[in-house]
Every structure is written in C-alpha cells, then in structure tokens.
T-cell receptor, first 117, second 114 residues
C-alpha cells in the first residue's frame, strides 16, 4: 500500500512552453502533498506544500506564478511549470502524507525529469 | 529551525563488510527521524524511522539505525553490505510534535565494491 505515482517520468519541452506534472496517491487519501526539486547530486529542496481544497504554501524564493500547484482532490496534486526555461530543468519529486497516518510519514513518487531545451 | 547534517558526501565499502552512514540532527523537542534511499532517476524509498522506544531501529533490506539522544545522531548501519546497496541515502528530521515539514540532509552516496 501507500503508492504515489508521478506522471510523466520524463518530459522534454521547448523553452516558453508549460509543462504539467501529476502526482497521484493510488491507494490512500492524502490531505497534504509536497513538491520538491532536486538538482544533480544535491538534496531535495521543498518547493511548496499543497493542501487539498486550498492554496498551496510556497517556500521562500519559489515563484508561485512560475510553479502553479493545484490539489483538486484527495488523491491528485499537479505542478505546472509555466513558460519553462532551461534553468527550470530539474528532477521534480512529489510526496504525500496519508490522511490517517502518523505525522511525518511521507510516501514519495518516482520523480519527473524535466528538460527544457 | 531544524537541520540535518550528513558529514560524508560518499562512503565506500567492500561487499560483505559492515557499513555506516552518519547523520546528526538539530530539532526543537523530541525528533522524528527517517532514512530514505534513492536510486538513480528514481524517487525516494522509505527505509526506516525512529519515533520513540528502542534506540535501535530495524528497517528494510537489512538496514538499521541507532538513535543517540546525547550525541543527536541517527547513524544508518548494515552488518554486511551488498553491491545492490549502492545508492544515495538521505537522513531526515522533523519535530515529533506540532506541524512541520521534513528537513533532509544533503545525502550520502554509498558505493559498495564487489
């Protein structure tokens, strides 16, 4: 149980286009989902916290207009990278906190590799 | 603010030998500690966690970790390393009480040689 699915796993896009990444909890409800960005050989950087039915909370330095997050249901959160540029190329990982599990228990998606040409 | 330190960028060990990946933390109050493993181009996989109770925590794939409150450490260990254990390992912490996100260490690459 507690599977988190991310789609797409890999995406290549042209500069200036927008890309949507989906994060789904397949067998549990997640009131909270987190979006991370990971640069090569570096740790995970928390970008934003997404709560179902409310606006996402962004970490300092993360452009909310650039990285649009929608948590429309208890099993789906989306991250849209708007007007993508090469510097947005990165590995994006989502995680989900099950509704009825202990604090801090997170389950991670497999990640989405974004390459902006 | 909470923080995690993983002092080693890389740990090299021969297959069959014991391994240790170090982690120290700083947090207000009692900690909630985790170890995750990441294989190339993959998400994070949960290995083990410490909440309360026994200081020695056993997790997946034969890994264990020892919580030491006085040294604020939570080192990951395995008695006999496998080549397939080669991966990037992250330690993470959050306060046990209250709401807070997980804070990750910078990661330690474990390389197990045949």
């Amino acid at each position: 149980g507690a599977v988190v699915s991310q789609h797409p796993s890999w995406v290549i896009c042209k500069s200036g286009t927008s890309v949507k990444i989906e994060c789904r909890s397949l067998d549990f409800q997640a009131t909270t989902m987190f979006w991370y960005r990971q640069f090569p050989k570096q740790s995970l950087m928390l970008m934003a916290t997404s709560n179902e039915g409310s606006k996402a909370t962004y970490e300092q330095g993360v452009e909310k207009d650039k990285f649009l997050i929608n948590h429309a249901s208890l099993t789906l959160s989306t991250l849209t990278v708007t007007s993508a540029h090469p510097e947005d190329s990165s590995f994006y990982i989502c995680s989900a906190r099950p509704k009825n599990r202990g604090p801090g228990e997170l389950f991670f998606g497999e990640g989405s590799r974004l390459t902006v040409l | 603010a909470q923080s995690v330190a993983q002092p080693e960028d890389q740990v090299n060990v021969a297959e069959g030998n014991p391994l240790t990946v170090k982690c120290t933390y700083s947090v207000s109050g009692n900690p909630y500690l985790f170890w995750y493993v990441q294989y190339p181009n993959r998400g994070l996989q949960f290995l083990l966690k410490y909440i309360t109770g026994d200081n020695l925590v056993k997790g997946s794939y034969g890994f264990e970790a020892e919580f030491n409150k006085s040294q604020t450490s939570f080192h990951l260990k395995k008695p006999s390393a496998l080549v397939s254990d080669s991966a990037l390992y992250f330690c993470a912490v959050r306060p046990y009480s209250g709401y807070s996100t997980l804070t990750f260490g910078k990661g330690t690459m474990l390389l197990v040689s045949p």
